[in-house]
């Protein structure tokens, strides 16, 4: 079956702007996890969404905010943008939410802000 | 607070040597451990978990990774190298609860010489 899709792969902004990247699990997968990804941050846990409804939320800025949709596909936007946000954003999906059903990720959607 | 320290940034071996990455973590109780790898361009690959039980865990792809509760580790190994191994390791932690919250280390990579 098909693995976790995320579109766009790449994305360059301009700061001020906004930006909405999109998460497709896999079938049947209803729980969808974001992540940011920098060289000087490292990997650091957004938010996860499970049935249209965030349950865990990480330390970020209420620029950074999401949603899930009825098919569980999942956007995360971004409001006016700064430099420090380029990063790779990672979401991630599992069957059914639960630290121990196995998350698999997407490749990713590399965002540059300029 | 919670953390994953993985001591090593960068680890050389040649090609059919053995392996060893280092993974400590700081946390309230004993959290749920898991090992990522991420080859470049791509997402995030599980390679293994601990939650209970036999503290030696084998993975997918030959590795294994042992845990020591009294020195807060989680080592991963692999007896003979490829060259395919050639990417970046990941250890988090997470939660003994529903919470999807992973906190990731730094990150190892690992370059495999011939």
């Known amino acids: 079956k098909a693995g976790v899709t995320q579109t766009p792969r790449y994305l360059i902004k301009t700061r001020g702007q906004q930006v909405t990247l999109s998460c497709s699990p896999i079938?049947?997968?209803?729980?969808v996890s974001w992540y940011q990804q920098t060289p000087g941050q490292g990997l650091q846990f957004l938010f996860e969404y499970f049935s249209e409804t965030q349950r865990n939320k990480g330390n970020f800025p209420g620029r950074f905010s999401g949603r899930q949709f009825s098919n569980s596909r999942s956007e995360m936007n971004v409001s006016t943008l700064e430099l420090g946000d380029s990063a790779l954003y990672l979401c991630?999906?599992?069957?059914?939410?639960?630290?121990?059903?196995?998350?698999?990720f997407g490749p990713g959607t590399r965002l540059t802000v300029t | 607070a919670q953390s994953v320290t993985q001591p090593d940034i960068h680890i050389t071996v040649s090609e059919g040597a053995s392996l060893e990455l280092r993974c400590n973590y700081s946390y309230g109780a004993t959290p749920y451990l898991f090992w990522y790898v991420q080859s470049p361009g791509q997402g995030l690959q599980l390679l293994l978990k601990?939650?209970?039980?036999?503290?030696l865990v084998q993975g997918i792809k030959g590795f294994e990774a042992e845990f020591k509760r009294s020195q807060s580790s989680f080592n991963l190994r692999k007896p003979s190298v490829h060259w395919s191994d050639a990417a970046e390791y990941f250890c988090a932690v997470g939660p003994r609860s529903n919470d999807y919250k992973l906190s990731f280390g730094a990150g190892t990579t690992v370059t495999v010489r011939a």
């Open positions: 991630a999906s599992s069957l059914s939410g639960g630290i121990q059903n196995e998350q698999y």
């Open positions: 601990y939650f209970s039980g036999d503290t």
């Open positions: 079938s049947g997968h209803r729980s």
